[in-house]
């Protein structure tokens, strides 16, 4: 089978088409340190790259993309579908699922109503369509900040430490840190999986404050906090990507 392939000579992106006809672009990073090409495909954001040697030319990665094309599609395949904040979508809310609901005719921006005949209880969204996506982030922004610094302030007063702030972004690569003067930043994202495993990343954040590294003492202070840690370490890596494909 044959696959449509080109390089843009202005720009070092490599465009393809899937098997299905979909055009996509394949980023090209030139490495200083590789000596071999490396595909990867980000499973936060579906982006594809490739690892060029800087001894390498541009025409041997374009042949060596257009050999992968079928391995890229089965990778792209197999990410998560991305759920739109939309009428209609589920989200899942420190472990329970709801169901977006857009209620134009009522007041109060966003809430929640919880159901109690067996059906799925509901994200509610008044105002515009236009406005519903943004205000979902928004209030899920709020709703996972209120967790993390309910959850943080709790984990570092059994410490007997302080905290001087906690904040929250959409960071890609940690899901918290905690700066060396006490400064606690978590990824809002963790709104969508179960509570137990935002537990645990506050937990962690807060041991940070006794112990800024990784040593068994700094495991025994978070086991100290949560009990046992190591079933939800393994959760975070196994679906943290899927907490990004919503929005």
Not at 22 to 42: L, P, Q, T
Not at 144 to 161: G, H, I, P, R, T
Not at 190 to 198: D, G, R, S, T
Not at 213 to 234: A, C, D, I, M, Y
Request: hydrophobic share 35%; proline share 4%; net charge positive.
């Amino acid at each position: 089978m044959a696959y449509a392939l080109r390089v843009d000579k202005k720009m070092p992106d490599i465009s393809i088409c899937l098997p299905g006809g979909e055009r996509i672009d394949i980023k090209v990073r030139d490495s200083i340190k590789a000596n071999r090409f490396i595909m990867r495909v980000n499973q936060q954001t579906s982006e594809c790259c490739i690892s060029r040697p800087i001894s390498r030319s541009i025409d041997e990665a374009r042949i060596f993309v257009e050999r992968n094309v079928p391995w890229i599609a089965e990778q792209l395949m197999k990410l998560p579908a991305r759920v739109q904040f939309r009428h209609g979508s589920i989200v899942p809310i420190l472990g329970k699922e709801y169901t977006i609901a857009h209620s134009p005719e009522e007041f109060g921006n966003v809430w929640l109503k919880e159901s109690f005949d067996n059906k799925m209880p509901q994200l509610k969204v008044s105002g515009g369509s236009e406005h519903m996506a943004r205000r979902v982030r928004d209030w899920l922004k709020k709703r996972a900040k209120d967790e993390v610094s309910y959850k943080a302030k709790k984990f570092s007063s059994l410490l007997n430490m302080e905290i001087k702030s906690v904040s929250v972004r959409d960071t890609r690569t940690r899901w918290g840190s905690c700066s060396s003067s006490g400064n606690l930043s978590f990824c809002w994202r963790l709104i969508f999986a179960p509570e137990k495993i935002v537990d645990y990343v506050c937990a962690h954040e807060a041991a940070h404050l006794v112990e800024l590294n990784h040593s068994p003492r700094f495991w025994q202070t978070v086991h100290q906090l949560v009990g046992e840690w190591k079933s939800s370490k393994k959760w975070l890596k196994e679906n943290g990507a899927r907490l990004h494909r919503y929005g």
